[in-house]
């Protein structure tokens, strides 16, 4: 089956040393094209050791194809790529196994000594230690992401891709594993790519926010503003404006949309079907 | 749950099945419907009682199982490793599938005159059309579900490092095993539909032999009394899968009870 084979990244050994401390992310001219479709362009990037680096771009801006590259499962066309090779990744799906129970989930793959004491351990770090025993499909959508984090932590990963991770998720269960993924991340120091669409959560989490577009970063923005971060801010909202501004949207001005939401509803509704409950 | 309200639903389901065999039974009593037509119900239940207490009944079906072990100890691995040579690879789909999916549209039935001219009226005959019959279902099913596992599960388990045959054994077989023992219970149902046909040539014994002979004795009890054998047999198989199935699947939401 094609879509199983193994295709690791050109992967530059790390001998020689340099004088810096080297990122461990390096992507140079990197580019990758399907067909003659180019989704990714001579795209540069660095994320340097415990950055938490927050990925923006419009749909179809390669902002998945550029996570597939730096987790491995996609072959680059043309330039370097240095990935750690100690990765993992959390996906907007869970991607448990639903025939191993959670802490085999956790585990999945390693050879270590005592799994189940490590995969309890790394579960108890998501608040999940008493369901350790627990099917995937009896667990709720917030706790079966929280499995894939803990089996993305139990690896002690220097690369931790997020794909989206809390897209699914409902905006109460969302703040909590913001607010989680912040403690982890803390606590562990991996290098993070966060790949989001949500603007708020990328400026709320990160250390830097890359916007992606047409294949490359067309914008680099460091946040220096202190943790825990707060939406009502006028930073934050500035950094928003601007960002949403590089995606293309257009924010009406709040004394722009006044009138408009002041203005008498209209009290004959057009006959519509959807209007009447049976 | 009390015993009533357990009860019941089983007790009001089986008004229709008694009322038609007392209806039968009343039909057969008063000549309406003559014993060389159908035998009646509580004559079926004698013959049942002779058969199994002359020790006939037991040794036929003892043939017959073994035909169907033999047959299905066949099939089982021929069709469980031609599907996985055709779902795990692209060359061995391209080597397996197309053929596997014409023999499969040839009848079974009708390749009997030709198996017997190659392989004569013996054991060797009955056990191969078994064979062939079964391998069928077991390859289409367990081929359809390896290819039906979710790609997004292997490319976490490719991520997190486990090799080709770690995904094999982690991922692609435990999620293609619900479609592996549904292709099981198939197979076995035909292996019992085979059977039928297959013991009506030059049997000496085993069930269908069994049929045969009530059929040139015009004893329809005893025929009835085979057919029921055959079902229950059919029944007993199906409910040894779903055994299979309670344990091995015990991970699906179906079967998971707290």
Known sequence: MHSMTLNPPRQKAHHDVPALPRSPVQARQLSKRFGTNTILDNLNLDIRAGEFVALLGRSGSGKTTLLRALAGLDRISSGTLDVPQARAAVFQEPRLMPWKRAWRNVTLGLKIDQPRERARAALAEVGLAHRENAWPSTLSGGEAQRVALARALVREPQLLLLDEPFAALDALTRIRMHQL????????????LLVTHDVDEAVLLADRVLVLEKGSIAADIAITQQRPRSAESPQFQKLRTQLLQLLGVEIEAPAAAQPESSAPASI??????????? | MSVSTLHLPIFRRAICPLVLAALWETASRTGLLPERILAAPSEI????????????????????????LIGMAVSLPLGTA???????????????DSSMQMARTVPF????PLFILWFGIGEFTKIVLIAY???????????????GVDSKLVEAARLFGLSYPQQIVHVILPGALPSFLIGLRYSLGVSWLSLVVVEQINATAGLGYLINNARDFMRTDVIVVCLIVYSLLGLATDLLVRGI??????????????
């Open chain 2, 109 to 112: 039935l009708g390749l009997v």
């Open chain 2, 82 to 96: 031609l599907a996985l040579i055709a779902g795990l690879s692209r060359q061995g789909e391209v080597a397996v």
């Open chain 1, 181 to 192: 993924i912040l403690s982890l991340w803390r606590q562990h120091r991996p290098s993070v």
């Open chain 1, 268 to 278: 004959v509704t057009p006959f519509n079907f959807s209007n009447f409950s049976i």
């Open chain 2, 45 to 68: 239940f004698t013959t049942l009682g002779e058969l199994i207490a002359s020790g006939e009944m037991g040794s036929n079906v003892l043939v017959s199982l073994q035909r169907v």
């Open chain 2, 245 to 258: 199935e309670h344990y091995a699947l015990a991970w699906r939401p179906t079967f998971i009870k707290d």
């Open chain 2, 133 to 147: 019959a079964t391998t069928f279902p077991m390859y289409l099913s367990l081929y359809s579900g390896i290819r």
